[in-house]
């Protein structure tokens, strides 16, 4: 009776693990515009749809991977695959989530003659800026909704926002967040905040992060291969860059580019581009860049390179996620933690609202371009158009 009881429980808990790296997929497929905007797409899907968590639950998710180093939203819903079903659920989520952009993004790295003799211009893609800027302030709407409750929120918030927008630097982005938990606590005013509760967090996975970084390290200065070369800058980009894909980009872009000269500043540009209209994390840009960065000897080498730079960027953050998150269930019941939070969360409100006006700044405000930021707000909050769609028609209009 008892084996019987385990069979079917094991049946109902791979039944249910399809069912939610469906949705995953779903979320994969329809997230575009950065890490600000797949949390539109995770607050729809994830939490009104399927109800997997809260809207208070991934408030203090985006919250949590932001102040850790590595792609945010990547670690968002690497983080709901680890409550619904432990390391290896969280293992499968990550590659649902990033594997169809990776192998589209290294596909890419061998399209560029290409895409250069028929002189496609980043133009097409001119109005994939405005349109993901109707996905951040839907997804800043319905946050800020929920994390302004008064009037130190609301300071806070706009706090989050002024702060990020005139300083932009990969360490800002952790201090305004820790900063906002400070100050939530100070004005609290409650006493015996650090109540001792038991973490016992996993450190065999801090220590394969660290063991890993060292490694990477001493391995280039004793073997002077690029695929090495590569994996240990891309792994480093991985656990030195706060605030997601945007973030990322500029690290990259000094040092392969201007250092290494692996690639042309055009054959990088074209590759940003392409990833700002493909769905899913802007980490995997990694790949192609990867790819582009080995080419030259042989295909299966260039494959090697975009491997390299996929696996090095989203690994550290993987790592991260399973050694902070088993411990970040128990931290959450320490009072001044919860405390903290109220403020953390409406920090991060504010970053997500600013990230709007800076997309919409590099994409100009000009008619065009508020129009289809409007018409996105107007078919993402009737829902009377699919994601992928809206995507698509911004696409077709900018081939127009």
């Known amino acids: 009776m008892n084996k019987q009881k385990k069979q ?8 249910g693990w399809s069912i939610f790296l469906k949705d995953v997929l779903i979320c994969s497929l329809g997230a575009y515009g950065g890490p600000e905007a797949h949390m ?47 390391p290896l659920l969280a293992l499968f989520t990550m590659l649902v989530w990033a594997l169809p952009v990776l192998v589209a993004m290294t596909t890419l790295s061998f399209l560029y003659q290409f895409l250069a003799a028929r002189q496609v211009s980043q133009e097409v893609l001119r109005y994939i800026g405005p349109m993901a800027v109707g996905f951040i302030v839907v997804a800043a709407y319905r946050i800020g909704r929920k994390v302004v409750t008064d009037s130190m929120t609301m300071m806070l918030l706009v706090f989050g926002a002024v702060t990020t927008y005139f300083l932009r630097s990969p360490w800002v982005f952790p201090l305004v967040l820790l900063m906002g938990g400070g100050v939530s606590m100070v004005m609290s005013r409650e006493k015996d905040l650090w109540n001792r509760v038991k973490l016992n967090p996993p450190w065999r996975y801090l220590a394969a992060f660290g063991l890993i970084a060292l490694g990477s390290i001493v391995l280039t200065l004793t073997w002077d291969h690029r695929l090495v070369h590569l994996f240990e800058s891309f792994y480093r980009y991985g656990y030195l860059v706060f605030g997601g894909g945007q973030v990322v980009v500029p690290v990259m872009h000094s040092e392969l580019v201007q250092v290494n000269e692996y690639m042309t500043n055009q054959e990088f540009l074209t590759g940003y581009g392409l990833v700002q209209g493909l769905p899913g994390p802007m980490f995997s840009f990694a790949a192609y860049a990867g790819g582009m960065a080995a080419r030259g000897s042989s295909a299966l080498n260039q494959v090697a390179g975009a491997v390299a730079g996929g696996v090095g960027i989203f690994l550290p953050g993987l790592l991260l996620i399973y050694f902070v998150y088993p411990a970040w269930e128990n931290m959450k019941k320490i009072k001044g933690i919860k405390v903290s939070l109220k403020g953390i969360n409406a920090v991060a409100g504010g970053l997500i609202t600013v990230a709007a006006v800076i997309i919409m700044q590099q994409s100009g405000f000009t008619l065009d371009n508020l129009l289809v930021t409007g018409i996105t707000i107007l078919l993402l909050v009737t829902k009377k158009i699919p994601a992928p769609l809206i995507v698509l028609v911004a696409l077709a209009v900018g081939f127009l």
């Open 40 to 86: 539109s797409v995770f607050l729809d899907q994830m939490v009104t749809k399927k109800k997997y968590l809260k809207e208070e639950e991934l408030i203090e998710l985006i919250a949590l991977c932001s102040v850790l180093p590595g792609p945010t939203s990547t670690q968002t819903i690497v983080s709901m695959g680890y409550k619904t079903g432990g």
């Open 8 to 15: 079917g429980d094991m049946q109902n808990s791979k039944a």
